[in-house]
Nanobody, 124 residues
Framework: QVQLVESGGGLVQPGGSLRLSCAAS????????IGWFRQAPGKEREFVAA????????YYGDSVKGRFTIFRDSTKNAVHLHMNNLEPEDTAIYYC?????????????????WGQGTQVTVTS
């Protein structure tokens, strides 16, 4: 059974940090692209970050550039999203996704496996 499981979400104060993790089972990520997307209530799903497993090239949405970093962990078949200097506007459900690859990393339809999401809430 193919499964992606996010973890690490929670409640954090503005300026704080969180690390999200996405663990894959049922398949390996060695030829995949892995993306993080987020969706806040009443808003469209937004691209956050992506990484190509081979080569490790990473990409970021404009709203998180310079604050978030995506990493691979090949020994655990997982990816991590380090989020720094969090703002209330970062509050959303964060989803990880995996796909076959390609260069359309910011498009949701480039991914065919999705996790159930993890809630990130940034508030004082």
């Amino acid at each position: 059974q193919v499964q992606l499981v996010e973890s690490g979400g929670g409640l954090v104060q503005p300026g704080g940090s969180l690390r999200l993790s996405c663990a894959a089972s049922g398949f390996t990520l060695d030829k995949a692209s892995i993306g993080w997307f987020r969706q806040a209530p009443g808003k469209e799903r937004e691209f956050v970050a992506a990484i190509r497993w081979i080569g490790g090239n990473s990409y970021y949405g404009d709203s998180v550039k310079g604050r978030f970093t995506i990493f691979r962990d090949s020994t655990k078949n997982a990816v991590h999203l380090h989020m720094n200097n969090l703002e209330p506007e970062d509050t959303a459900i964060y989803y990880c996704a995996a796909g076959a690859g390609g260069d359309q990393y910011a498009r949701s339809d480039s991914y065919n496996y999705w996790g159930q999401g993890t809630q990130v809430t940034v508030t004082s």
